[in-house]
């Protein structure tokens, strides 16, 4: 899947085999044949604003949304998405050849913005037309009402910097009264291209090798890939290969440091898939990760594949493979803090 942002700055999003069965499973669940068209294309439309909010970097959470309850589905013509810590923007269907969105009164308020989105007949792709963030009271939006797409990103951002601003607000009066106060700060990020590490693309965040591990760790470092073990090389002209990138993460809290580092490795396996291997080492003259440290691989969905925890750990290690312009996240986290980095292969 790929969406393609054009000049009139809306974003085309190609509607997936898998976004259609998870339309017909909901479809599926309604006997009335209007309530099950609203239902399927509901779904297709939470699809295509989450896609694109997913490339943008910002985290979503549908099954934490009133739409994916079938009960809910049947009570209300609603298609809202969770974003994570801001709140549900609800995703507007445009019918075709309509210049204006019929917003049905259920989801009138208890959003944090509203999306409209606009299918080809085929139902092959979507078209996010534009944003507002709240609708008129009538309930009839106008599509010249409505705002770029750039608006909603200016929205998200100063509400992620509204929560920042209450968390450390909240800092300073737990502060005050003697209460330990972890600050839980959204962050809205971009994704890493991996393959783009193959062109020296890479942002200043991925560090080398050298600079994050001890000696003993960089020859220890040795990537499992399908069963067989290929050591990542540390020499230049050896980097055509394979490719290996890191960065420090700090998962303490109360002002006391927990730095681990994260170490992606990568190595191509043809034109359309790369073989990925995650680690996490202690760092700062540490020789076993923290108790209790989990590190996750997340789908496009945002459904955990893979885990592992440390247990008197040296390091931990999970492999996969990624065809090119797929989509996943690494979860690095410790108690109540934690890590999400975003990746397009």
Known sequence: MRGNLSESLTFTV??????????????NKHRNP???????????????????????????????????????????DIADLEVIGLGKIECLLVLPNKKFIHVPPEVY??????????????????????FVQTV????????????????????????????????????RVAGAQGIAWHEGAIKVKQL???????TNVVDASWQTIESLLNPQQQTELV???????????????????????????????DAKSQQIALVVGLLPVSREEINISVKVYPTGGENYLPEELELIIL?????????????????IQLNFSSEIGERFSVKVALGDVSFTELFLT
């Open 223 to 253: 990537f499992k890939f399908r069963g067989t073990e290929h050591t990542l090389a540390l020499k230049p002209e050896n980097s055509t290969s394979s490719m290996h990138k890191g960065k420090f993460l700090d998962l303490g809290r």
């Open 34 to 76: 209007q309530k099950a068209k609203q239902v399927y294309l509901n779904t297709l439309a939470i699809f295509a604003v989450q896609f694109y909010l997913r490339c943008m970097g910002i985290q979503t959470s549908w099954e934490e949304s009133l739409s994916w309850n079938p009960v809910i589905q049947t009570l209300m």
């Open 299 to 315: 789908d496009e969905a945002g459904i955990a594949v893979m885990q592992a925890t440390a247990r008197n750990t040296k390091s």
């Open 109 to 130: 308020s208890d959003r944090i913005g509203y999306v409209a989105v606009q299918f080809e007949e085929s139902l092959d792709e979507a078209t996010l037309l534009g």
């Open 192 to 198: 890493t291209h991996l393959s783009q590490w193959f």
């Open 136 to 171: 008129p009271s009538g309930g009839e939006l106008l599509l010249s009402q409505l705002g770029s797409l750039e608006d909603l990103l200016i929205h998200l951002n100063q509400l992620i910097d509204n929560v920042s601003s209450a968390d450390r607000l909240h800092q």
């Open 14 to 27: 190609p509607i997936s085999l898998e976004a259609h069965a998870l339309a017909e499973r909901f479809r």
